[in-house]
């Protein structure tokens, strides 16, 4: 069961005309039939207004052309490991254009507060908006960036240069700046915080990863690096953003 929810239609309206060109978002809150809601009408508001500040770095906005909220005990607590899971709440809308945001209950077998999948993406109920302005950078094509984790030994360590930033290098960094500063300054930054803002203009070294299927064992396994790492609005970004 869908009900139109109750962010204001002069909300919705405003962020048309400012926004003629923004990426067209639809937000789904999930209901109980009991009902109980996973999210409040202005936690998808100001999801939004801080995606369209986060994104006016590179000129990106985005436009929230419906919010409603489904009715359904089965989609209301989605499990991460689960893909079956993860499907069934994601393909509740498909090729809508643009991006889904899938507001949920609780997000069990993880730590995640909100997470991407190709088909939308799911926010936590603990999930704070610069969350999911993190997670519309990997709708972007940009992936998360460290400057340490405890899935390997390699690390971060250092002061800024030229060559680790190339598109964004000053020789007027405080003394007491190091790159795994800088990385912690990024929106890609892998660990949950509000201070994570900055979109470089190019990409920048860090600590990333990408997922490698093994064959022989059927398992994921995450080819740890370090080097320039894809958080840029001017390398792969889609600056049409889009789930399936």
């Excluded at 090729?95 to 609780?106: A, D, K, P, Q």
């Excluded at 990863?209 to 994921?220: D, G, R, S």
Aim: with cysteine.
């Amino acid at each position: 069961m869908t009900a139109r929810c109750s962010v204001t239609a002069a909300l919705i309206l405003c962020l048309t005309a400012l926004n003629t060109e923004a990426a067209d978002v639809r937000a789904y809150v999930i209901a109980r039939t009991n009902g109980e809601v996973a999210a409040a009408p202005y936690r998808v508001a100001t999801c939004i207004s801080d995606m369209n500040i986060v994104y006016s770095q590179v000129g990106l906005a985005f436009n929230l052309v419906e919010c409603a909220v489904v009715t359904s005990n089965e989609l209301y607590v989605v499990d991460y490991t689960n893909a079956a899971s993860r499907i069934a709440l994601c393909n509740y809308a498909a090729n809508t254009g643009g991006i889904e945001l899938y507001f949920v209950g609780e997000i069990t077998s993880s730590q995640a507060r909100a997470f991407h999948t190709k088909r939308g993406i799911v926010v936590g109920p603990d999930a704070t908006p610069r969350d999911v302005s993190h997670e519309v950078g990997h709708a972007c094509g940009w992936k998360d960036v460290y400057e340490s984790h405890s899935g390997t030994d390699l690390s971060v360590e250092g002061r800024p240069r030229q060559e680790w930033m190339p598109d964004d290098w000053s020789p007027f960094y405080p003394r007491t700046m190091t790159q795994a500063g800088i990385i912690q300054k990024l929106l890609m930054y892998g660990r949950s915080g509000d201070g994570h803002i900055d979109i470089p203009a190019g990409d920048v070294r860090g600590l990333w990863y990408i997922n490698v299927f093994n064959h022989a064992t059927h398992n994921w396994t995450r080819d740890w690096r370090i080097s320039l790492a894809p958080v840029s609005a001017w390398h792969g970004m889609n600056r049409d953003p889009q789930n399936e």
